[in-house]
């Protein structure tokens, strides 16, 4: 059963460097609508095990990360493909909406 994977600054570089993609979760213990999305954040990482790489970032814990990618509102969710964004979804969305943004990167 797949799980996100903690994000921080230091392992950050080592997680991106797959050919899957990556949805990263960008998030605060303070944040509602980040509570409201990390359930979703989780199936997700169920549903895509082996496929592609999901994880959650703290943005107050991970500031480097967080201002690599400018960062401003949360929750912030992308998808990386090699390193870069390929997709940016800003606010909590229906689970399909980030379904749809993880297939056409498959």
Not at 59 to 80: H, M, Q
Request: hydrophobic content about 40%; some cysteine.
């Amino acid at each position: 059963m797949g799980k996100a994977i903690e994000i921080t600054d230091s392992n950050f570089d080592e997680i991106i460097n797959t050919d899957k993609p990556v949805l990263v979760d960008f998030w605060a213990e303070w944040c509602g609508p980040c509570k409201m999305i990390g359930p979703v954040v989780e199936e997700l990482a169920n549903d895509y095990d082996g496929k592609a790489i999901i994880g959650k970032v703290d943005v107050d814990s991970n500031p480097n990360t967080s201002a690599k990618f400018g960062i401003r509102s949360i929750p912030t969710l992308l998808v990386l493909k090699h390193g870069k964004i390929v997709e940016k979804q800003v606010g909590a969305v229906p689970k399909s909406v980030l379904t749809q943004k993880l297939e056409a990167h498959l």
